[in-house]
């Protein structure tokens, strides 16, 4: 049992170009988040998924796209790469149901370190 | 304005201590108050929680809620070097079904 696997783990990017993260968790969680991390900063929301095929934005969604195709993976894109996008991206999953306290543990992904320059 | 506050510190207190962590937070409809531990180069995990007011214990960790004062606090008794780390508080609640994060404490114990 895996968890949640975030690749790649670290990425260096010039200006402009593009890439995907991927995060695939074995759960069968319904709840994926995507969040950045940067000093001072916390943990902020980017995008997140309540489901196969639904994403919805978060706290700092520009720059960034998401899709859900399937239920285990849930991938991160930038299409055009900044230098302020230079940060630690988590990935994060969590249970579904109609009882909100099984939200509260989200298990989450060693994170992928990227630099933009 | 961010939803939840949380003082980044650092926070650097002597072995034995007890240490006390807060979050401050803005939407009134949040419900569950979770509190996160992240070490170094690795993903948070989930300490403990609590549900509404109150506290709630667990070994050397204490959770405390107050939500007519919007604020939320996690003690820690006896601390250990083990225990030096970053911590996150994380509420969620009112229907919403993100999970939002403070800032984050850094934390040092040390020996």
């Known amino acids: 049992n895996a968890g949640v696997t975030q690749t790649p783990k670290f990425r260096v990017l010039k200006t402009g170009q593009s890439m995907t993260l991927l995060c695939a968790q074995d759960?069968?969680?319904?709840?994926m988040y995507w969040y950045r991390q940067d000093p001072g900063m916390g943990l902020r929301l980017i995008h997140y998924s309540v489901g196969e095929g639904t994403t919805a934005k978060g706290e700092v969604p520009d720059g960034y796209n998401v899709s859900r195709l399937k239920k285990q993976n849930f991938l991160l894109g930038l299409e055009s790469a900044a230098p302020s996008q230079t940060s630690v991206y988590f990935c994060?999953?969590?249970?579904?149901?109609?009882?909100?306290?099984?939200?509260?543990?989200?298990?989450f992904g060693q994170g992928t370190r990227l630099t933009v320059v | 304005q961010k939803e939840v506050e949380q003082d980044p510190g650092p926070l650097s207190v002597p072995e034995g201590a007890i240490v006390s962590l807060n979050c401050t937070y803005s939407?009134?409809?949040?419900?569950?108050f979770m509190w996160y531990r992240q070490y170094s180069r690795k993903g948070p995990e989930l300490l403990m929680y609590t549900y509404s007011s109150g506290n709630k214990e667990d070994g050397r960790f204490t959770a405390q809620v107050d939500k007519s004062s919007k604020y939320i606090s996690l003690f820690i008794r006896d601390s250990q070097p083990s225990d030096s780390a970053t911590y996150l508080c994380a509420m969620l609640g009112g229907g919403a079904q993100k999970l939002v994060f403070g800032q984050g404490t850094r934390l040092t114990i040390n020996p």
């Open positions: 759960m069968n969680h319904e709840y």
């Open positions: 994060a999953s969590s249970y579904s149901t109609t009882d909100e306290k099984a939200w509260t543990e989200a298990f």
């Open positions: 939407n009134s409809a949040f419900q569950y």
